[in-house]
């Protein structure tokens, strides 16, 4: 008897180090919360607790009346800040014609300014040659020629200068029609981003959960709503690190999770975290001060459910499994 308890034991100890198991061990997903991004009262609710949704689902309507105002606003603005600037692209066009009559008056009016000036010269030069060739009436006539023809080629040119600033003028206003139109569009972009928000949609697919929407519910920016539990899961194991020595990435892993106990899952490590999951705790253990006891510390180890497909099972985040991972 002994000899075959002897036997026997070393039969199991030989097939039991080939593997490592732990109950520490539990489903695991990235669950994913849901919250508007503005705020206003639920009007519409297109969901319930346990809905399978896809990327995109609508979830629940905020009241979108506020800002569809604010779209309408801001398309306004824009409309008026783009006819701003047709009229002012318009006085552009105009300024330049009263430049170019204004040019073309500069030159006739100095045309006859030159004119008179030579008209003056020609009667000062005979005046002083033949004296009484020239009356004194007609020398003082074209001195007052000269003198208006110079004048006016003066008031020309002022009003040729004052023409071109109107054309600077009127270009600063298409530049400011311009900025205006820029924020117009920005302002309508921004309310029609807030007009988008007021429609709730689920981020991932998966299950609805904890959904605490109701009509008539008045909402907050970030204010939790509900969450939705991702279809895709795996299993969170918990080693004592002394039993990590042989376990390696990609070792078959047999499943047994409570929930089905008939059924034999099989899956995969993925990974293991480097680092025991006491420190990344709150408050982690400071070893350096006070007494100090060893304590065999766990490491949390992803494991990936290869078949059957987890899918077709009701699983989700804290239920129980018995993984045992085949380390040699």
């Known amino acids: 008897v002994v000899g075959v308890l002897i036997i026997a034991g070393v039969l199991w100890w030989l097939h039991a180090r080939n593997y490592e198991s732990t109950d520490d061990a539990y489903i695991d997903t990235h669950i994913v919360r849901v919250a508007p991004q503005v705020s206003g009262q639920v009007v519409k609710i297109f969901v319930t607790d346990n809905s399978l949704v896809d990327p995109g689902a609508p979830l629940a309507q905020i009241d979108p009346a506020d800002p569809k105002v604010r779209v309408e606003q801001a398309m306004a603005q824009e409309a008026q800040a783009r006819a701003q600037l047709a009229q002012a692209q318009a006085q552009i066009k105009v300024s330049q014609a009263t430049y170019e009559q204004a040019t073309a008056s500069v030159l006739g009016a100095g045309a006859q300014a030159v004119s008179a000036a030579r008209d003056l010269d020609r009667y000062d030069t005979l005046k002083r040659t033949l004296p009484a060739a020239v009356a004194q009436q007609q020398i003082d006539q074209a001195r007052a020629a000269a003198e208006n023809t110079a004048a006016q080629h003066l008031a020309a040119a002022k009003q040729a200068k004052g023409a071109a600033a109107q054309i600077d003028a009127a270009r600063t206003q298409v530049a400011a029609a311009q900025a205006q139109i820029a924020n117009a569009v920005a302002q309508r972009e921004d309310a029609n981003v807030t007009l988008g928000r007021t429609l709730l949609s689920a981020p ?8 605490t929407l109701a009509l008539g519910t008045y909402l907050q920016p970030g204010q939790q709503v509900m969450a939705i539990v991702p279809i895709d899961v795996w299993v969170t194991a918990n080693f004592k690190e002394t039993q ?48 100090f006891v060893k304590v065999v510390q766990r490491v949390p180890v992803k494991i990936i459910i290869d078949s059957p497909d987890p899918r077709n099972y009701p ?10 991972v085949e380390v040699r």
């Open 204 to 211: 991932i697919a998966g299950h609805v959960t904890q959904s």
């Open 315 to 324: 699983l989700g985040p804290g239920m129980s499994v018995s993984p045992r």
């Open 244 to 291: 990590l020595a042989h376990m390696r990435v990609g070792q078959r892993v047999d499943i047994r999770i409570d929930a089905f106990p008939s059924v034999k899952f099989r899956g995969h490590v993925d990974s293991i975290q480097r680092g025991a999951g006491q420190a990344f705790g709150i408050l982690p253990p400071e070893n350096a001060t006070g007494n």
